[in-house]
């Protein structure tokens, strides 16, 4: 064997490696686009639609405020938010509710405060209107 024929079966070896490796790595970058087709259109259906949350805000020791943002594309009306039998925080300006818009990146405040043997927690219903179509979300608000 001369040392040509062991260069020559060296490169062709090195060749399937790179080859290989060369096919792996499209398969992944396969996979990454695919990934990112499905974020792409999922980000453009968000934009498409209004979302409500709902959060605890705390201004200081005594204040509290529950925060209620359209975080979606398009405007939401007739915001409303449905509080359980047991809620047991006072809510000091419910009279707002329902809400009658709120375009993309608003959002609202009602004041309220709680006592010390009240819950820390509670489920609340959520309830909006976008393009005339009703949407309900429940969430939970934690002090």
Request: proline share 2%.
């Amino acid at each position: 064997m001369k040392i040509s024929d062991i260069i020559s079966i060296i490169s062709v070896l090195v060749s399937f490696y790179v080859f290989y490796r060369q096919n792996k790595y499209e398969k992944v970058q396969d996979k990454l686009n695919q990934m990112q087709i499905k974020d792409l259109e999922l980000s453009i259906e968000n934009k498409q639609r209004a979302d409500i949350i709902a959060r605890v805000v705390k201004l200081g020791e005594k204040r509290k405020l529950i925060r209620i943002c359209n975080v979606g594309g398009i405007r939401a009306e007739k915001i409303n938010i449905i509080f359980p039998t047991d809620f047991d925080w006072a809510i000091f300006n419910k009279t707002r509710l329902p809400f009658d818009f709120l375009e993309p990146g608003e959002n609202f405040d009602i004041t309220f405060s709680y006592y010390l043997g009240s819950k820390r927690e509670h489920l609340v219903k959520l309830l909006w209107k976008e393009k005339n179509i009703k949407k309900e979300k429940e969430t939970i608000l934690t002090v």
